[in-house]
């Protein structure tokens, strides 16, 4: 395939270049000097044209710093800046006057919803955007393949020595794990923050040292905007089909035994499951080690039940999650680098025995998609899908067999984002499909109740009740979806009129 190469970043030599390993993080300093406003920091970190910027979500939909920083860069006159966010929400529409005036002119992120990805596939974007999953850009930072300029990270309580957490006041929003890895290896470093403390945090995600620069803002977003997408479980005839068949899977696999280790969203789908898991593992009288990943009000409700021993989080989903996380000793912060990255040393992701996930499209392969809809337009990106699927013990792809009137089984997906050798079953309202290299899944399984298909037959089934519609699609590449170790996965092509 023909990678197009542009850019500082420069993705195509990036994303073709062999596995790198990890660069020691940074070494800590004094504390951080305190600056009047945006512009100064600016200044100070002596930012160029063509510069990368980078940001985290953990606000979410509620974000307000990407759109303050983007806003002085422009009125400084800055052009060519490249952002390497963690995600972009509909909050940041902005964002694209500032593409289209020339002030951005890279993005790389790990998901993207909104005006911004409607741009991008109208061909906004003078060279292709980057996806990478959580890990993967925790691994291109870490490595120095990702080089960032300056790291603008909203932190809701700061130390005047530096150290800075998600935990407590006004926009309280959870553990900081993605601004972790950014502090670490940024080459400057700017904190914003509401509120500065006269002493440091009792527990803090980025440590003393590590910012260079702090600003304190008027406001860093709405905490109340976390949640965003699905809100509640699930409770249609389908959903619940799969709900119950995905614990019947869990409880078939073998693996739910004391320290089992679970992940899953925060969709409709996966909190039903995660609601079911604690009646499953209090019936089996089991205890299990951790939960993992973007935590949820059900996560924690397993945690309270005593039927976890910890939370392992790297980004909450809602604010009972946040809340948690304010008051628990047992819900602990971990790094996007500690969570999924491919050359850390032992991450989370390997340690998994169930991941519970999603998807906009599978195929006959078993490659989800969850980038692209059934008609090809951006509506996310890799997240976290990709690296807890490759690996966990057991991963299960949950999926209606349509939705929008597109069928979701199909014969390939519009966008493979995660391979199906990391897939090893699927689970529809129709029944289940094991990959058949999971051999000792299907002996397990077909010494159960569970309605056993093949994936043939699931796709056959979804395009009866939803037959497959053409793409739309020009020849022009406006992202690339890249291996979270390295290397072009698929490209996104843009829209025709």
């Known amino acids: 395939m023909d990678i197009p190469v542009g850019g500082k970043y420069r993705p195509g030599e990036a994303m073709l270049a062999p596995a790198p390993s990890m660069l020691p993080p940074k070494a800590a300093s004094g504390p951080p000097e305190l600056l009047s406003n945006l512009r100064e920091a600016l200044i100070a970190c002596d930012i160029k044209d063509g510069g990368t910027l980078s940001f985290h979500h953990h606000l979410r939909d509620g974000d307000a710093v990407l759109n303050q920083v983007l806003n002085a860069a422009a009125e400084a006159g800055l052009r060519g800046l490249t952002v390497a966010a963690s995600s972009i929400f509909p909050i940041h529409a902005p964002l694209v006057d500032h593409i289209a005036t020339g002030v951005v002119t890279g993005l790389v992120c790990d998901y993207v919803k909104g005006p911004v990805a409607s741009a991008i596939m109208a061909g906004l974007m003078p060279e292709p955007v980057l996806l990478q999953s959580h890990g993967g850009r925790a691994r291109a930072i870490s490595s120095g393949q990702l080089r960032i300029d300056v790291a603008f990270l909203g932190a809701p309580r700061v130390g005047r020595d530096g150290a800075a957490t998600g935990a407590g006041g006004r926009a309280s929003c959870g553990p900081l794990g993605y601004a972790m890895v950014d502090a670490d290896y940024a080459k400057n470093v700017v904190l914003l923050t509401e509120e500065i403390c006269s002493a440091p945090p009792d527990r803090y995600e980025i440590e003393p040292g590590k910012a260079d620069f702090l600003v304190k803002v008027p406001s860093l977003g709405d905490n109340r905007r976390i949640l965003s997408g699905a809100t509640a479980i699930a409770t ?23 320290g089992f280790s679970f992940q899953t969203g925060a969709g409709g789908i996966s909190l039903g499951v995660a609601n079911k898991l604690g009646h499953l593992l209090a019936t089996a009288g089991v205890r299990g080690g951790f939960i993992s990943g973007g935590i949820a009000g059900g996560h924690v409700a397993l945690l309270e039940a005593g039927l976890f021993e910890r939370i392992l989080d790297v980004q909450s989903f809602d604010l009972e999650a946040v809340r948690s996380y304010e008051r628990s000793v047992t819900h602990i912060a971990m790094s996007a680098s500690r969570y999924a990255s491919p050359i850390d040393p032992s991450p989370v992701v390997d340690l998994l025995d169930t991941v519970v996930l999603g998807a906009a499209e599978v195929d006959r392969s078993f490659n989800v998609n969850v980038a692209t809809g059934g008609d090809g337009v951006i509506l996310g990106g890799p997240g976290g899908h990709p690296d807890t699927a490759a690996g966990a013990k057991l991963t299960i792809v949950t999926t209606r067999l349509r ?18 050798c990391d897939v090893d079953v699927v689970v529809t309202e129709a029944g289940i499909a094991v990959n058949p290299m999971r051999i000792d899944l299907l002996e397990r399984f077909r010494k159960s109740s569970l309605p056993l298909r093949t994936i043939d037959q699931l796709a056959a089934i979804a ?35």
């Open 236 to 258: 249609d005839a389908a959903s619940s089909t799969i709900v119950d068949l995905v614990l019947g899977v869990i409880q078939a696999s073998g693996l739910v035994a004391n």
């Open 403 to 420: 939705a929008g009137g597109n069928p979701k089984i199909v014969d390939r997906v519009a966008c493979c984002v995660t391979p199906g």
């Open 463 to 497: 395009a009866l009740e939803a037959p497959v519609r053409p793409l739309n699609k020009s020849d022009s590449i406006v992202a690339l979806v890249e291996r979270r170790g390295g290397g072009c996965m698929d490209v996104i092509y843009g829209r025709t009129a």
